[in-house]
T-cell receptor, first 107, second 114 residues
Framework: RKEVEQDPGPFNVPEGATVAFNCTYSNSASQSFFWYRQDCRKEPKLLMSVYSSGNEDGRFTAQLNRASQYISLLIRDSKLSDSATYLC????????FGAGTTVTVRA | NAGVMQNPRHLVRRRGQEARLRCSPMKGHSHVYWYRQLPEEGLKFMVYLQKENIIDESGMPKERFSAEFPKEGPSILRIQQVVRGDSAAYFCASAKTGSTDTQYFGPGTRLTVL
């Protein structure tokens, strides 16, 4: 079983729409989680950390559900520049990456 | 404040040659991680190093691959006798401390084996 599993998508949404997707993780002892984004297979860039209490950064909201072992990301008012692959990551000093969820925002 | 630096950005090798990939961590970071992304796949952990120490190499292939992070200079990922299956993007990340500190990625080295 993979450590982190994601819905690969693709999610194809119009500008201004809200898009949300999840990932699940298998290691219940994992301590911290992140969302990274990767554009055209360039280097992953940190989008935000994920906390049990939920956290928001502008149009992005991340949530961690430890009981069900899943992590979510919601993007509001999506922009063309949000088109990317979003990587769900658990951090046990070495990062375990999901395969990524592809989001395409169309004009 | 330079980020993580990797060179070369692109490397072409013929089967059987050696590939050396270099990574300079961000200033003040003493923890280096190497990840590999094969075509159409996600990133996979390879090795975790601190200065002069290999902390975890559980993701490294058993043969032909080695890594070091000397007291002075960049971290080096070395692949001997490359094969076509080694073609991938190799990313280095650095962190200020170990544990679960945020890791910042370099631009990667894209290795193509002919």
């Amino acid at each position: 079983r993979k450590e982190v599993e994601q819905d690969p998508g693709p999610f194809n949404v119009p500008e201004g729409a809200t898009v949300a997707f999840n990932c699940t993780y298998s290691n219940s002892a994992s301590q911290s989680f992140f969302w990274y984004r990767q554009d055209c297979r360039k280097e992953p860039k940190l989008l935000m950390s994920v906390y049990s209490s939920g956290n928001e950064d502008g149009r992005f909201t991340a949530q961690l559900n430890r009981a069900s072992q899943y992590i979510s990301l919601l993007i509001r008012d999506s922009k063309l520049s949000d088109s990317a692959t979003y990587l769900c990551v658990s951090n046990d000093y070495k990062l375990s990456f999901g395969a990524g969820t592809t989001v395409t925002v169309r004009a | 404040n330079a980020g993580v630096m990797q060179n070369p950005r692109h490397l072409v090798r013929r089967r059987g040659q050696e590939a050396r990939l270099r990574c300079s961590p961000m200033k003040g970071h003493s923890h280096v991680y190497w990840y590999r992304q094969l075509p159409e796949e996600g990133l996979k952990f390879m090795v975790y190093l601190q200065k002069e120490n290999i902390i975890d190499e559980s993701g490294m292939p058993k043969e032909r691959f080695s890594a070091e992070f000397p007291k002075e200079g960049p971290s080096i990922l070395r692949i001997q006798q490359v094969v076509r299956g080694d073609s991938a993007a190799y990313f280095c990340a650095s962190a200020k401390t170990g544990s679960t500190d945020t890791q910042y990625f370099g631009p990667g080295t894209r290795l193509t084996v002919l």
